[in-house]
């Protein structure tokens, strides 16, 4: 591990110097892309260099405390120090997992019904707004970019994308199957049903970090449907996107210019074709260790919202939450907290597997 971090250190001097060359900074797009490297790696290094003081310190104290009048001091300075070691060496394996170089990009969410037919619906609507208030109490913002909604007011699908700080890196655990338990509105007996909607989050991608050919593109246009005022109707402003080699439709109906729908459309088409292909790259790679939590495999069943019990059960980690309320009205950030935790376990696992590989 120190091997690495000496490595990391000496990178980060390197960097140092070279933001501060006027010819770099001449060449706008390199000194972004040193600086954001710079920045990635500046936690670590300032973490080392509190160990390495903390050792320093330590082993000075020790030499002191040869002296009967320093002694007392010289030992109060020495156990401080020495114990302040293994919290920060903690501190430093953690800080030395790959970062996902997608988490501090924005996200587009779809949410759609699933098994439960209007229940389903209601419910996928019922996630939306969690996720809207979620949004909301971390000053996000969030632009619905498509939606099918049903005569009850659920969705039959809706996407949407929030922009803000660190939104992926919040919500990508979100990905996969919820599950709800409860005595649906449509029911007159008061039975209890179990209906599911699936979520997908995906990280928003720039032009440069998937190509796309123009020529691949087949674009239609018709009139959007649904709640809008009179203006959806008279125009045909949706717009529908076909990418002809993977066959991958998307659509976007929300906005009143057919420009702007084609803008959204695009952003939703980078999207989900850069997560084909990274889970494509994912299922290649031979991992020491097999991702409990990771950002979901879209067919599994990642957490139950049981009604009746007022709890909500992350399936992944085993954690359950009993303040349905406050969960559904955007209360997320314990359950997520929870599931970064864990997710950093198993990657800290996994990276010490390595570590005991290659020493064998």
Same mark, same amino acid.
């Given at each position: 591990?120190?091997?690495?971090?000496?490595?990391?250190?000496?990178?980060?001097?390197?960097?140092?110097?070279?933001?501060?060359?006027?010819?770099?900074?001449?060449?706008?797009?390199?000194?972004?892309?040193?600086?954001?490297?710079?920045?990635?790696?500046?936690?670590?290094?300032?973490?080392?260099?509190?160990?390495?003081?903390?050792?320093?310190?330590?082993?000075?104290?020790?030499?002191?405390?040869?002296?009967?009048?320093?002694?007392?001091?010289?030992?109060?300075?020495?156990?401080?120090?020495? !114990?302040?070691?293994?919290?920060?060496?903690?501190?430093?394996?953690?800080?030395?997992?790959?970062?996902?170089?997608?988490?501090?990009?924005?996200?587009?969410?779809?949410?759609?019904?699933?098994?439960?037919?209007?229940?389903?619906?209601?419910?996928?609507?019922?996630?939306?707004?969690?996720?809207?208030?979620?949004?909301?109490?971390?000053?996000?913002?969030?632009?619905?970019?498509?939606?099918?909604?049903?005569?009850?007011?659920?969705?039959?699908?809706?996407?949407?994308?929030?922009?803000?700080?660190?939104?992926?890196?919040?919500?990508?655990?979100?990905?996969?199957?919820?599950?709800?338990?409860?005595?649906?509105?449509?029911?007159?007996?008061?039975?209890?049903?179990?209906?599911?909607?699936?979520?997908?989050?995906?990280?928003?991608?720039?032009?440069?970090?998937?190509?796309?050919?123009?020529?691949?593109?087949?674009?239609?246009?018709?009139?959007?449907?649904?709640?809008?005022?009179?203006?959806?109707?008279?125009?045909?402003?949706?717009?529908?996107?076909?990418?002809?080699?993977?066959?991958?439709?998307?659509?976007?109906?929300?906005?009143?210019?057919?420009?702007?729908?084609?803008?959204?459309?695009?952003?939703?088409?980078?999207?989900?074709?850069?997560?084909?292909?990274?889970?494509?790259?994912?299922?290649?790679?031979?991992?020491?260790?097999?991702?409990?939590?990771?950002?979901?495999?879209?067919?599994?069943?990642?957490?139950?919202?049981?009604?009746?019990?007022?709890?909500?059960?992350?399936?992944?980690?085993?954690?359950?939450?009993?303040?349905?309320?406050?969960?559904?009205?955007? !209360?997320?950030?314990?359950?997520?907290?929870?599931?970064?935790?864990?997710?950093?376990?198993?990657?800290?696992?996994?990276?010490?597997?390595?570590?005991?590989?290659?020493?064998?």
């Amino acid at each position: 591990m120190f091997d690495k971090l000496e490595a990391v250190e000496k990178r980060y001097e390197e960097l140092t110097k070279m933001i501060s060359d006027p010819e770099v900074i001449s060449d706008h797009s390199e000194w972004q892309k040193l600086m954001k490297e710079h920045s990635s790696i500046e936690d670590v290094v300032l973490k080392y260099r509190e160990y390495k003081e903390a050792k320093k310190r330590m082993e000075e104290a020790k030499e002191m405390m040869e002296d009967k009048e320093l002694k007392e001091l010289a030992e109060i300075d020495y156990y401080e120090n020495k !114990d302040k070691l293994p919290k920060i060496e903690e501190e430093l394996k953690v800080l030395l997992i790959p970062k996902d170089p997608n988490d501090d990009k924005n996200i587009i969410c779809e949410i759609r019904g699933g098994a439960g037919g209007e229940e389903a619906a209601l419910f996928a609507g019922t996630l939306f707004r969690m996720y809207s208030m979620y949004a909301e109490r971390k000053h996000w913002k969030l632009e619905v970019l498509n939606e099918n909604e049903t005569e009850l007011g659920g969705f039959k699908e809706i996407s949407f994308m929030i922009t803000g700080k660190g939104a992926y890196s919040r919500l990508k655990f979100e990905s996969g199957v919820h599950r709800v338990q409860r005595v649906p509105d449509t029911e007159s007996s008061g039975r209890i049903h179990t209906s599911t909607a699936t979520v997908a989050v995906l990280p928003v991608v720039e032009d440069v970090e998937i190509d796309i050919n123009p020529a691949d593109i087949k674009m239609e246009v018709f009139r959007a449907s649904g709640a809008g005022g009179q203006h959806i109707n008279k125009t045909s402003s949706a717009v529908r996107l076909i990418h002809v080699p993977t066959g991958m439709v998307v659509e976007c109906q929300t906005e009143r210019s057919q420009f702007q729908n084609r803008e959204y459309a695009m952003k939703l088409l980078r999207s989900r074709l850069y997560e084909q292909e990274k889970q494509k790259q994912d299922s290649q790679i031979a991992n020491a260790r097999k991702t409990q939590v990771g950002s979901g495999d879209r067919s599994e069943k990642i957490r139950t919202y049981n009604y009746p019990q007022g709890r909500i059960t992350d399936h992944r980690i085993g954690f359950s939450i009993f303040q349905m309320e406050n969960f559904l009205n955007g !209360d997320l950030d314990e359950m997520i907290d929870n599931l970064i935790a864990a997710d950093r376990a198993e990657k800290l696992k996994g990276e010490e597997d390595i570590e005991i590989t290659r020493e064998k």
